[in-house]
């Protein structure tokens, strides 16, 4: 029975991540055409789009395309999979399932998925792309792992269930860690979502081709849906592991409120993303690389009981 | 990179509104002076293929069937819309309309094509002979250069009484 | 099913990679100013991507110069089919004033097979979005070729074909009362 309960959750937060994705990015390029005055395409556009590359030609070129089908599915499957894992206002669906470290290991392998996309393709333009994604990984990754390993450390315990509840604010005095944290994933939550200002690697396709050059047709498809759902995961995350608030109501007013807090989250996102013109590689190295130190100082604090 | 200023920023084009124009809907207008396609009016061309000698383009083709009738076609493709066809047609029967929806899918659309009745001189047929390259570059009319200080003037109009001079070189357009 | 809802949505979301071989830029200016919030594409569902395997549509300008020739037949092989391939400018329709130089091979015709022709120089942006409006079906063409031919001649036309010589004497075959 549990069991039945865990597969129908899973399946049912699937179908709820693939349906609200193409919907999170419609709403923010509609807001990103009205911030810079213009009309803007209607709100359902990403999902014109999505059905519009399914039905292109697939063309198979780069060095290694055998890579290339593996890259695209597994981008899409890890995503999903994240989703199952993620309570979505009422509890993961396989919340046993995994721990903290499955979760981190996810979220990483969600990112080597375009390095495999862009060694895959060999191009000039698509392993400069990676190299640069490579960089920003190296700094980026130990952010979210350690806010979850503070969380962690508070609860004493690396359960999803007991870690996404807010455990970074830890029990007693004013939470100095779980505050820094806070801090520190809101400054670099953009580059997660890979959205400007640190959409170095792969939505750069105005610079240079990217990561995913050589993709046509329906692997395309794949690798935007990811990108698009990777934008409600890492909200849902932000959400429980920080602002979980009201999950614990009764189930429609916390389901509503839970995607409230996201697509306000979205919104943020997207006025930050509107306003603000892309780094440099170096410049936003240096910026995580602070982050880094500063989140060391947190989960110091948070070793102490902080 | 403060937080205010972008704050700012994005309520001052929040304050501009949506500035789309609502094209395809509501029809623009080009503005007075624009220069659209050409359109050939065939009831005032005498056709003396001045459009076709000048245009830089070489669009304008000229065809004399027989001493009677001559074609004249515009292709329209490489047109550039400069309107140097119009400006030395002698009857002013080029237009350079503000038409600039000219988008097809088919090359040929651009085309305008025109057959004209060419009437012959009563005595000896068609005799005419343009001026030769020599001839176009003579100064025609009055000359005064300026002897004493030894300097060149240009005038566009032949006058002996003339205004000052007021440069080395004046040029002036009628 | 979903390939006809595929096929059906290909008019709602063109993307669009721009490739300029050769021309003066000035295509190239009125092309993005197509995209700014003033003439905004982006309603149409219209996006600049940067490589031409993720595009569906080519706006060609410029001439088909001697240099860039292989490398916009290879960028228009590399676009997946469904495809469109727009001449935006005069010099992509027929060559512009450049068509007879050394380094010109002709218009953009002569590499890849054009869908839809925007002549222009330049074109505005609202010419451009015309362009796109007509590809989606949105509007119709409204241009056609004039003809005119002057059916009342005043005097009666000999016409080569229709004159005889025999020996010297030249005869008219369709000789009309005057």
Redesign the interface.
Same mark, same amino acid.
């Given at each position: 029975m549990n069991v039945l309960w865990a597969i129908l959750g899973g399946l049912a937060n699937v179908g709820v991540i693939l349906l609200a994705a193409p919907l999170a990015q419609g709403l923010l390029r509609k807001i990103t055409a009205r911030i810079q005055s213009r009309q803007g395409p209607p709100l359902l556009q990403p999902y014109f789009d999505l059905l519009k590359l399914l039905g292109k030609e697939d063309i198979e070129s780069g060095e290694c395309p055998s890579m290339q089908r593996f890259a695209a599915y597994l981008a899409l499957a890890v995503v999903l999979t994240l989703a199952c894992l993620l309570p979505m206002g009422f509890s993961a669906p396989f919340g046993s399932a995994g721990d903290v470290i499955v979760l981190v290991y996810l979220l990483t392998v969600s990112g080597i998925c375009t390095l495999l996309a862009g060694l895959a393709a060999g191009s000039t333009y698509s392993l400069l792309g990676i190299s640069r994604e490579m960089m920003t990984m190296i700094t980026l990754e130990p952010l979210f792992a350690i806010a979850l390993i503070v969380g962690a450390v508070h609860t004493n315990s690396l359960r999803l269930d007991t870690v996404l509840n807010g455990s970074v604010y830890g029990a007693a005095g004013i939470p100095w860690s779980g505050v820094i944290m806070l801090g520190v994933m809101s400054l670099s939550f953009q580059a997660f979502v890979q959205r400007v200002p640190f959409d170095i690697s792969e939505a750069e396709t105005e610079l240079m081709e990217g990561p995913l050059a050589e993709y046509s047709g329906p692997k395309l498809a794949l690798f935007k849906y990811a990108q698009m759902a990777k934008l409600i995961i890492y909200s849902a995350l932000f959400v429980a592991l920080f602002a979980p608030w009201g999950a614990s109501l009764m189930f429609p007013i916390g389901w509503l409120l839970f995607w409230i807090k996201v697509f306000a989250l979205v919104l943020l996102v997207t006025l930050i993303a509107a306003t603000h013109a892309r780094y440099r590689i170096d410049q936003a190295i240096r910026f995580f690389a602070s982050l880094v130190g500063v989140s060391v100082v947190a989960l110091i604090l948070a070793s102490y009981g902080y | 990179m403060s937080l205010l200023s972008?704050l700012e920023?994005?309520m001052l084009? /929040?304050k501009?509104?949506?500035?789309?124009?609502p094209?395809?809907a509501r029809p623009?207008l080009?503005p007075e002076q624009f220069r659209g396609?050409p359109?050939?009016d065939?009831s005032k061309c005498i056709g003396c293929a001045g459009c076709a000698n000048n245009c830089?383009?070489?669009?304008i083709l000229v065809f004399d069937?027989?001493q009677?009738?001559r074609i004249l076609k515009y292709?329209?493709?490489?047109?550039?819309?400069?309107g140097r066809c119009a400006e030395v047609c002698p009857e002013k029967a080029i237009t350079m309309s503000r =038409?600039?929806?000219?988008?097809?899918?088919?090359?040929? =659309? /651009?085309?305008?094509? /025109?057959?004209?009745?060419m009437s012959t001189c009563q005595r000896c047929g068609r005799c005419f002979k343009p001026a030769s390259a020599l001839e176009e570059l003579k100064m025609k009319g009055y000359r005064f250069d300026d002897l004493q200080n030894e300097r060149w003037i240009f005038r566009a109009q032949a006058r002996l009484e003339g205004d000052p001079v007021v440069d080395d070189i004046a040029i002036e357009l009628d | 099913m979903l390939k006809n809802l595929c096929q059906k949505m290909f008019g709602r979301s063109l993307w669009v990679y721009h490739a300029n071989s050769g021309g003066c830029n000035g295509c190239d200016i009125e092309v993005l100013n197509a995209l700014t919030p003033y003439y905004d594409a982006e309603r149409f569902g219209i996006k600049l991507v940067g490589s031409p395997r993720h595009a569906d549509v080519m706006l060609c300008q410029g001439p088909a110069m001697r240099s860039t020739a292989q490398a916009l037949k290879r960028a228009y092989e590399a676009m997946p089919a469904p495809k469109l391939v727009f001449a935006i400018g005069s010099c992509a329709c027929g060559g512009g004033v450049w068509f007879d130089s050394y380094a010109v091979l002709g218009p953009v015709e002569k590499i890849i097979p054009v869908s839809y022709y925007v002549p222009g120089c330049p074109p505005r942006p609202e010419a451009i979005i015309y362009g796109v409006a007509v590809a989606l079906g949105i509007v119709d063409k409204k241009i056609a070729p004039l003809e005119f031919k002057e059916l009342e001649l005043p005097i009666p036309r000999y016409h080569p074909d229709q004159l005889h010589g025999q020996g010297e004497l030249v005869v008219y075959e369709k000789a009309e009362k005057l």
């Open positions: - | 972008k920023e994005t084009c /929040l501009a509104g949506r500035v789309t124009l094209y395809p623009a080009a396609r359109i050939f065939a830089p383009a070489r669009e069937v027989c009677e009738i292709l329209g493709r490489r047109c550039t819309y400069c =038409d600039f929806e000219t988008a097809t899918n088919h090359n040929g =659309d /651009l085309g305008q094509r /025109l057959e004209l009745f | -």
